[in-house]
Nanobody, 118 residues
Framework: QVKLVESGGGLVQPGGSLTLSCAAS????????MGWYRQAPGKQRELVAD???????KYGDSVKGRFTISRDIAKNILYLQMNSLKAEDTTVYSC????????????WGQGTQVTVSS
């Protein structure tokens, strides 16, 4: 089973930018969708963004226009470019993989902490 390792989290000021990366241990099947999720304490996990291997993207309403998901298929890396960060973006971000025909991911990374604070 593919393994996912996130990196790039950290502390950033409000209005700043950060790029997260997710390295997959092997090539991602074209039937899979890779995505970023986040879950703040006391809240439900929410989809940040996902992308099919064909390049179709979907974003959560709270990040539309600020975040951009992309992938480098040759390097097996998923990215999340986050701009105009807000305090409410603070939480752990996790990379995931799911079958395109299924709603829920079946592989998760360990997560990376993003903290937006002055």
């Amino acid at each position: 089973q593919v393994k996912l390792v996130e990196s790039g989290g950290g502390l950033v000021q409000p209005g700043g930018s950060l790029t997260l990366s997710c390295a997959a241990s092997e090539s991602i099947s074209r039937t899979y969708v890779m995505g970023w999720y986040r879950q703040a304490p006391g809240k439900q996990r929410e989809l940040v963004a996902d992308i099919t291997m064909g390049g179709l993207t979907k974003y959560g309403d709270s990040v539309k226009g600020r975040f951009t998901i992309s992938r480098d298929i040759a390097k097996n890396i998923l990215y999340l470019q986050m701009n105009s960060l807000k305090a409410e973006d603070t939480t752990v971000y996790s990379c995931s993989v799911r079958e395109r025909i299924l709603p829920n991911p079946h592989v998760w990374g360990q997560g990376t902490q993003v903290t937006v604070s002055s």
